[in-house]
């Protein structure tokens, strides 16, 4: 059931939590509600609480941004931790997979970002690469030290996607600030973009979900230069707008 009558969609997105002055605090970076806002949307900021909300969450959401942050806990996709597994929070995984289940069953839209994309691909039973560099060989360099507005490589679209479609072009440019990536696919999901290297970039349902994406890169953070990024979260919040007009019946 809707709590408000709103003629914007409401997006809720993930966050994370960070320790400042002794005081743990939710933190998500302010770039994300920016580009909800020029896209149309409503923003609203989901905590890491408990699974059991996962379902309250939702319902008041038209659609869930899985947001960045640290590296997807091992112990999510059932394997060992390698060496260079970087700091985990394995609270808010069971937290976001509670949600991502919940927004499929309510057929809400999802847009997973960066960490986003890893969380959607486990959530649905897939698996991650721990450390890019260890495993794929010859890879492309994925952590950039340029700034995080700044494209640092190419990024291959399959023609059939729906990020095609929103892109209208096959080669974009993209950021990049991961050094995890996608290994196994989940059985409900397809790969729709890929780095020179073979690095999945971006992944789509296969099933009938109105709208799942999960794309690597920040588009949040190139947003404001770059039109094509910023028209990644006009078209997921138009998709949202849809259930919200549903849901006002």
């Known amino acids: 059931m809707k709590l ?3 003629s914007k969609p409401i997006i809720g997105i993930t966050s994370t939590v960070v320790t400042y002055h002794q005081i743990r605090s939710v933190n998500l970076h302010e770039k994300f509600v920016r580009s909800i806002i ?9 905590p890491i609480g408990r699974e059991e909300l996962a379902e309250n ?20 996709y059932a394997a060992n931790p390698d060496p260079k597994i970087k700091e ?27 960490r986003g994309i890893t969380m959607l691909n ?10 890019i560099e260890k495993f794929i060989p010859n890879a492309i360099n994925h952590s950039q030290r340029a700034e995080r507005s700044e494209p640092t490589h ?21 950021n990049s600030m991961h050094h995890q990536s996608i290994d196994q696919l989940a ?23 109105p709208f799942l994406l999960g ?6 953070e190139m947003a404001s230069e770059d039109v094509s990024m910023q028209q990644i979260f006009t078209e997921f919040i138009a998709e949202c707008r849809i259930v919200n007009n549903d849901n006002r019946k």
Do not use: Y
């Not at 659609?63 to 590296?71: A, M």
């Open 215 to 220: 794309i690597q890169w920040h588009p949040e």
């Open 57 to 76: 969450w939702v319902s008041i959401c038209d659609g869930i941004i899985l947001s960045n942050g640290e590296d997807v806990a091992p112990l999510s």
């Open 154 to 174: 190419e990024v291959i679209i399959d023609e059939s996607s729906r990020l095609f479609k929103m892109m209208n072009t096959k080669t974009i440019r993209v």
């Open 38 to 46: 020029n896209g149309g949307g409503a923003p609203i900021v989901i």
């Open 88 to 114: 985990t929070n394995i609270k808010r995984d069971n937290v976001e997979i509670a949600i991502i289940r919940e927004a499929i069953k309510q057929n809400k839209p999802i847009l997973g970002i960066c």
């Open 122 to 131: 486990v959530a649905l039973g897939g698996t991650v690469i721990q450390d």
């Open 4 to 6: 408000r009558n709103s």
């Open 187 to 209: 059985p409900k999901i397809k790969k729709v973009a890929l780095a020179p290297d073979g690095v999945i970039e971006a992944i789509e349902s296969v099933e009938g979900q």
